[in-house]
Structure formats: structure tokens, C-alpha cells
């Protein structure tokens, strides 16, 4: 795990980091090393002319040359694979056969100089072994062991919003009239900025197949804490939407980043009433904007009957989540669904109270409905804890990592944590309380009293609303056949709270992905949640 330790500095790349670099070069060294001899057995009865006894003594040295160098790099790959991250012990012979491997540069350098030398004074033999060493010393002086040398050097998530309406929004504000050609300009628009050839509010009409009319409000207007959002009359649903983009921008990001909690002055019965800082403030000027410049007014005015529904995804379901709860005192009958919310958003009191009228929808392994100071704390501790135990060498994790990522197959076989109480000490530990080495005894564990075990000094957050989970049926790799299916149920917040380290953590939280589980979901009317969910009044499903 430590850098490597040569020429009296500590290189940013481990002992265990020259498995495959060292197979590369291996492979290539073979392959050079058998091309050589292949030309030599097939030339050498030909070489009885002007300078060939010159020539064949430079083959005969550059086999054995390339013999040691090879048997040089196949002894750092062999002892690369010995030990694990958190015991270098095995692998304290790396530094000695780099130094070697490093000296022989100066011979093979040595070499194909004088190679070059004899070729350009003319040596007259038999082209094809006069182009074999041309060859040899253009390939060595240009590529010369790229793997070797890199081993000795030093050293928003873009989202769109689920449900089909914010998937193109973007900075700017207008109140669509033009058509949606994203070719045709129109001096119609009210522009801020952002969509100055109607391309993002094209894409809207695409996705969503409403026409131009029921859009009261759109607004790209992007900034820190201030989100793009929309107003649209649903009218097969008869609902006023009102849809919150997700992260997209450099700017969202910062509004993620403030994950400090702050209380929320909120018009309700509920005390504790704390929530992540960014997200509240977004959904503060999302509200302001509704409320004060009269578009929320506006869309009931039209449509008196329709009852609220306000939908978001990542970032927006948190907006959009605690939009809803601003909004439940003037509107009674609102409902949110939030598509893939951050975990750390709403504190227990504010969680509770909003299981009356939000459902969150996770897709499999996704991160950020798992995601908050205080599981991302535990994750920290959860790595340093799986580093010091992990009884496997890193080339095996990351050969596990990748035939999991292309063909799929059950994660459990591929242990790297020894569960349970029995840990076991290590030979070598390099896991301490206050660093990351340990100056004490060899036998380390984490006690209770340690840093790692300490508890959070921030307030637990939890996600909104109740919460129906799409879980894959199987496993499916990249590259398998398989097309995965999904079934719905509803789940606890408690199943969340821990960040789950997999293939799909961050594509389970693209938007388009999260469609297709649905869509799966839907068509597979037997998998469809249609039973009540558990506590709490029935969330009508709009």
C-alpha cells in the first residue's frame, strides 16, 4: 500500500502495482526475444559476408540480453503477486530487482547504439536479417520499455429529471410560444440565457409529448442554490406538475456540496425540523419563485380542479421533496415522488411527517439515495477496515472487479473483507488511529475506543418519504446476453443507510436507466407495487 521506497524518495506507486504493467512487458519481451532467435536460426548460414561474423555476435548478445531482461521482469511480477495491500513483507525484494532492471537499461542502450552504428557503416549480408536488426533498434530506441519507465516515475454525475419533463433543462427562463425546432430562433422568448435556439425545450416536447399549451412556466435559469425547474398541466393526470431538474452543472454541484444541516422555518406541527443546507435553500427559491411571482396562481387559474404533484430527480427529488412539505399547508392534496433522492436530506421528524405524501423511487445499488456525511463517514471507515483485514493480493481484487464488470456473477464470491468477529492480526499492519502507518504492536485491531469507531459529529439525515426500491432479478454483466428485469417493493430508510460498493453504484442513477427499470417494472404487471404501503395513509399513485 505505501509507495515504493528508491533513490532515496517515496514514488507515488506501490510494490503491488507491477503485476500487470510487468506482464505487458513480458509479453512483449517474448515475443521480441523469440522473433531475434527465429531470425538468427533461419540467417545464420548466410551470414558469411562483409561485417556477418560482426552481426551474428550482435544477435547472439542480444538473445542473452533480452534473456535477462526478461527473466528480470518476470521476477518483479512474481514478486508483485506476493503479500496483500496492507503487508509489503513478501515484496521486500522489489527495490533490489528494480535497481537491476534500471541498470540494464544502460547495456540495452549500449547495444542498440552500436547495432545502429555497424548497420550504417553497411553491412553487406542478407537484407532480411540486415532489416530484423533495423528493426530491432528502431522498436527499442522508440518504445524502450515504456511499462518499466512508468513504473519507476513518480508520480455530476449528469443528471435529468426521471419523470420525462426536466430532462432538458438548462440555465435561462422563458414562457415557451415558438416551435420546437431547435434551428428556428424566435424573438418570442423571453431568454436569460441558456436555450437561444429552443433546442432544450424541443427536447422537453419530445420526451414529455405535451403541446406548447400546457406549459405555463419554464425557467433555465441556473445558479448556485437557484435550480431550473418548470411548471406543465398534465391534463390525462389532471395534475399541475411542477418537475425540478437534477445536478448538470458545476453550479449543482456546489448546491450538493453544502451538505451542512440548517434548520427550516416551516409552517407545521413537527420540531427537529433540519435539512441538507444546498437542497433547502434551492427548494427556498424554487418556492419563491411559485409563490411570489404568482406561477403557481397562474397554473390553478387555469386548471382550478388539478390537484399539485411536484417530481424531481437526484438533486431535484431533494428540492422537490422539501418543496412538497413547504407547499402541504396551502395545498393539502400535494404529492411528490422523488426519483432517486440523496440520502442525507430530511432529519426523523421531517422524514416521518413526509411519508403522507412523497414516495421515493431507488433503483438497485444506487449511491446517492445512500449517500450523506454521515454513510460516507462510514464508508471511509468501512475501506480502511476492509484494507487491513483484506487477505488477498490487489492484482486478485481488481481481476475479481473486472470479470464481475463484463460478465457479472454473484459479488459474495469475491470476498475481500474478513466479516465477523474473527479478523485475525496481521504480519505487517499498516492501518494506525491517527495515520495511516502503525508505529505500535503487530497485532492491530480496531478497538472501540478508536478514531474509526468514533461517532458522527453531524446529525444523521435520512431520504423522503416512503421508499419502493426496483431491484434487479439476477446479475448481468456489460457484455452478457442477459436483459435484466426488476421488481418493485417498498422499503425501509434503515436499508440505505449504508453505501454499497458495486459495478452499477453510479449507472443505477442515470435517469435513462432508472426509466428502462420502470418501464420493466410496468410491463410486468405481476412485479407492479399495487399493495399498500407499510405504515402510514396510502400514497395515491398519480
Request: glycine letters at 8%; aromatic letters at 8%.
Amino acid at each position: 500500500m505505501p509507495g515504493m521506497v528508491l533513490f532515496g524518495r517515496r514514488w507515488a506507486i506501490a510494490s503491488d502495482d507491477l503485476v500487470f504493467p510487468g506482464f505487458l512487458e513480458l509479453f512483449l519481451r517474448v515475443l521480441w526475444w523469440i522473433g531475434i532467435l527465429t531470425l538468427y536460426l533461419m540467417y545464420r548460414g548466410k551470414l558469411n559476408c562483409a561485417g556477418g561474423a560482426l552481426l551474428s555476435s550482435y544477435l547472439i548478445v542480444l538473445l542473452v540480453l533480452l534473456a535477462v531482461i526478461i527473466c528480470t521482469v518476470l521476477a518483479i511480477v512474481c514478486v508483485s503477486m506476493k503479500g496483500t495491500i496492507c503487508n509489503p513483507g513478501p515484496r521486500k525484494s522489489m527495490s533490489k530487482l528494480l535497481y537491476i532492471r534500471l541498470t540494464l537499461f544502460l547495456p540495452e542502450m549500449v547495444w542498440a547504439c552500436l547495432g545502429a552504428s555497424w548497420i550504417a557503416d553497411g553491412v553487406q549480408c542478407d537484407r532480411a536479417v540486415v532489416n530484423g536488426v533495423i528493426a530491432t533498434v528502431v522498436v527499442r530506441t522508440q518504445i524502450w520499455c515504456p511499462v518499466t519507465l512508468q513504473q519507476a516515475s513518480p508520480f455530476s454525475i449528469s443528471s435529468r429529471t426521471v419523470s420525462g419533463i426536466t430532462g432538458s433543462l438548462r440555465r435561462g427562463s422563458a414562457i415557451p410560444r415558438g416551435p420546437p425546432s431547435c434551428r428556428s430562433r424566435t424573438t418570442e422568448y423571453d431568454l436569460v440565457g441558456g436555450d437561444q435556439l429552443n433546442c432544450h425545450f424541443g427536447s422537453i416536447l419530445q420526451t414529455t409529448g405535451l403541446q406548447y399549451g400546457d406549459f405555463v412556466h419554464i425557467s433555465f435559469h441556473d445558479k448556485v442554490y437557484e435550480l431550473p425547474f418548470l411548471v406543465a398541466l398534465d391534463h390525462r393526470r389532471e395534475a399541475v406538475v411542477v418537475a425540478v431538474r437534477g445536478t448538470m452543472s458545476l453550479q449543482d454541484i456546489l448546491t450538493d456540496l453544502s451538505a451542512e444541516s440548517e434548520t427550516l422555518d416551516l409552517e407545521c406541527e413537527v420540531k427537529d425540523c433540519l435539512a441538507h443546507k444546498g437542497i433547502s435553500q434551492a427548494a427556498r427559491y424554487v418556492y419563491r419563485r411559485l409563490i411570489n411571482d404568482g406561477i403557481l396562481s397562474q397554473a390553478f387559474s387555469l386548471a382550478p380542479e388539478y390537484r399539485l404533484v411536484i417530481v424531481g430527480h437526484s438533486l431535484g427529488a431533494g428540492a422537490a421533496a422539501l418543496l412538497s412539505i413547504m407547499l402541504r399547508k396551502s395545498h393539502p392534496e400535494v404529492r411528490c415522488y422523488a426519483f432517486s433522492p440523496p440520502r442525507g436530506l430530511l432529519s426523523k421528524s421531517l422524514y416521518e411527517y413526509s411519508k403522507n405524501f412523497t414516495v421515493s423511487i431507488v433503483l438497485g445499488k444506487d449511491v446517492i439515495p445512500r449517500l450523506s456525511v454521515t454513510t460516507f463517514e462510514d464508508l471511509k471507515k468501512r475501506i480502511l477496515r476492509v484494507i487491513a483485514h483484506c487477505n488477498k493480493p490487489k492484482y486478485k481484487i481488481l481481476l475479481y472487479g473486472c470479470w464481475y464488470e463484463l460478465f457479472g456473477g454473484d459479488p459474495d464470491n469475491f470476498p475481500t473483507e474478513l466479516d465477523g468477529g474473527d479478523h485475525g492480526d496481521l504480519t505487517q499492519p499498516l492501518l494506525g488511529e491517527q495515520s495511516l502507518l502503525t508505529h505500535g504492536s503487530p497485532a492491530y485491531s480496531f478497538s472501540s475506543d478508536s478514531p474509526l469507531e468514533s461517532p458522527s459529529k453531524y446529525p444523521p439525515l435520512y431520504p423522503p418519504g416512503r421508499i419502493i426500491h426496483l431491484e434487479e432479478e439476477g446479475t448481468s454483466g456489460r457484455f452478457s446476453c442477459y436483459t435484466a428485469q426488476y421488481t418493485a417493493k417498498w422499503s425501509h430508510e434503515s436499508e440505505f443507510n449504508k453505501i454499497l460498493i458495486g459495478p452499477k453504484m453510479l449507472t443505477d442513477h442515470m435517469p435513462d436507466i432508472l426509466m428502462r427499470a420502470l418501464d420493466s417494472v410496468v410491463a410486468n404487471r405481476a412485479a407492479c407495487v399495487s399493495c399498500p404501503a407499510p405504515g402510514g395513509a396510502p400514497v395515491d399513485m398519480v
